[in-house]
């Protein structure tokens, strides 16, 4: 009876809205138990529990959920919008990142604001973080995920690049991350550049169709290092420092990689496009793959 | 015994006492001797003025005790009144004023100030030197504390509900938070909000809406503003 009644309450509670800002792209809901209020800012305050407690930031894509957490939402102003300025969570949590999200929410800001409609993304990203805690802090175009703790991250990217329809997942794990985000960007990955403390594990699985045929072609990235390094705003490169193996296949080919250093080249739709291995020694396979995609 | 001057209806209703410290005026009235002072009955636009203690009480009929002060030759204060029909008091207090409006109230004096209670449409409103309305409570019922020594007239107030309040958010004279709430509870500085208590911002207020919460305690700067606030739901 008493779980029953727990089960309802949580339902009652689920999808709750507790704060809302004046554009409502920012929402604060899903809690079961919460206190707060507001600064001399006017920013808004808060702690909370929830099955989970979740703020949205639609303008930003971003949601971040878990049992518990405490932070500090932005007031929007005149001149920019609503933001989270900061936020705790503890008790294992999630970092929510979609950019079909954050699109939507900019077409109906634009929309209300009479401003033009911005461009429509080429592809559909949707990035999920999660560990057990973390911290986010951020300002109108920025922010900052702090992961003290073993985390994974998987990302799922699917949309057309020139004539080629493509699908994309990539998952890893550390032990350790800064993550630098830009979430209001409009149509772009929001992770600009980050670090990975390891071991760190990666892998990334791609199918590309080219336009007029119905065959894809696939490719696969593995790769372990002792940390990552992550730059998404200027080089386009994925660095794998200290004990790096990376294996993988792409289309007819396969191979693996050894080294102290690998540098991973993304193309603008986040293809890898060129591995560069160095150290002493190096020590690299590459060999035709085997018919029905075997490594 | 009854006063002979008074136990006639007058065009116009009219007393004060030996220093102008009250007066009243109606456009009639009766009134009896009491043992302490005078009984009154008035009717239509009644307005009772006290400068000792800064208020001034208007309504459509009135039931009135006064009582002599201490020192003074002639009734001098009131002591009870039982109003209705757009009742009106207005406290001031250094320079700020409170007004309470309500259907019907009764007045009771009560050491330096005096103690309302009142139902039907109740408003509270909170107006600065300036005669800015800073904040606007209404409610089913309620009390208040009138206090001409405290900052704003009204030193408590308690109202029940459904209840509203409107406060002018600090720094923008055209940004207001509205709060609603079942019952809200003034103390000196402190607006405090009971039962599913929901929060909006209005007019150019950059604070946007809170809902689904079981109370919120408000804090009023000097000038009677909105400067901030805090909230708890959930957990008993």
Same mark, same amino acid.
């Given at each position: ?295 | ?81 039982? !109003? /209705? $029909?757009?009742? #009106? @008091? *207005?406290?001031?207090?250094?320079? =700020?004023?409170?007004?309470?409006? &309500? ?14 209670? !009142? /139902? $039907?449409?109740? #408003? @509270? *409103?909170?107006?600065?030197?300036? =005669?800015?309305?800073?904040?606007? &409570? ?99």
């Amino acid at each position: 009876m008493r779980v029953l009644a727990a089960l309802i309450l949580a339902t009652l509670f689920q999808g709750r809205t507790l704060y809302e800002d004046p554009t409502r792209s920012i929402r604060v809901y899903g809690y079961t138990q919460a206190e707060g209020g507001t600064l001399e800012n006017g920013d808004f305050e808060f702690t909370m529990r929830g099955n989970p407690a979740v703020v949205e930031s639609r303008l930003e894509g971003m949601s971040i959920s878990s049992p518990a957490m405490s932070g500090v939402v932005a007031a929007a102003t005149p001149s920019t919008r609503g933001f989270i300025r900061t936020l705790e969570v503890q008790g294992g949590g999630m970092v929510t990142l979609d950019n079909a999200t954050a699109y939507q929410a900019q077409v109906d800001q634009a929309r209300r604001l009479g401003t033009p409609v911005p461009a429509a993304p080429t592809a559909n990203d949707v990035s999920t973080i999660k560990s057990e805690r973390f911290a986010y802090s951020g300002g109108a175009a920025q922010g900052t995920l702090s992961i003290p703790q073993p985390f994974s991250v998987e990302s799922k990217s699917a949309g057309k690049t020139g004539d080629k329809t493509f699908e994309q997942t990539m998952t890893a794990q550390g032990s350790q991350a800064v993550l630098q985000l830009d979430p209001a960007a409009v149509g772009a990955v929001p992770l600009r550049s980050g670090t990975i403390t390891g071991p760190v594990t990666l892998k990334i699985n791609r199918s590309e169709t080219q336009s007029g045929t119905t065959q894809p072609t696939l490719s696969e990235l593995n790769g372990v290092a002792d940390n990552v390094e992550i730059d998404l705003s200027s080089a386009r490169t994925i660095t794998l420092r200290g004990n790096v193996k990376v294996s993988g296949f792409s289309g007819l080919y396969q191979g693996t990689s050894e080294g102290d250093v690998v540098v991973v080249t993304l193309d603008d739709a986040m293809k890898p496009i060129r591995i560069r291995v160095t150290g002493e020694p190096t020590k690299s396979t590459l060999r035709e793959r085997k018919p029905g995609g075997s490594k | 015994m009854i006063l002979p001057a008074l136990i006639v209806a007058q065009s116009v209703f009219s007393y004060s006492d030996a220093k102008g410290d009250l007066s009243i005026r109606a456009k009639d009235g009766q009134g009896a001797l009491s043992t302490t002072g005078y009984e009154f009955d008035l009717m239509g636009s009644v307005t009772i003025t006290s400068k000792q203690r800064q208020f001034v009480l208007t309504a459509s009929r009135v039931k009135a005790s006064i009582v002599k002060s201490a020192g003074s030759e002639s009734p001098n204060e009131l002591k009870k009144a039982t !109003a /209705s $029909g757009g009742t #009106r @008091i *207005v406290q001031t207090a250094s320079g =700020k004023s409170s007004r309470l409006q &309500a259907n019907t109230a009764t007045y009771t004096t009560q050491g330096s100030g005096a103690t309302v209670r !009142a /139902s $039907g449409s109740v #408003r @509270i *409103v909170n107006i600065d030197q300036n =005669k800015r309305e800073t904040m606007t &409570a209404t409610g089913s019922s309620g009390t208040a504390r009138l206090d001409p020594k405290s900052p704003r007239g009204i030193s408590a107030a308690t109202l029940n509900g459904p209840v509203r309040v409107e406060i002018v958010q600090s720094g923008g004279t055209a940004s207001r938070v509205v709060f609603t709430g079942s019952k809200m509870t003034l103390s000196g500085s402190q607006v405090s909000l009971t039962g599913n208590v929901k929060a909006s911002g209005a007019g150019a207020s950059r604070f946007g809406n809170l809902s689904n919460v079981d109370s919120v305690t408000v804090t009023l700067n000097e000038r009677g503003e909105f400067s901030r606030f805090t909230f708890r739901s959930g957990g008993g």
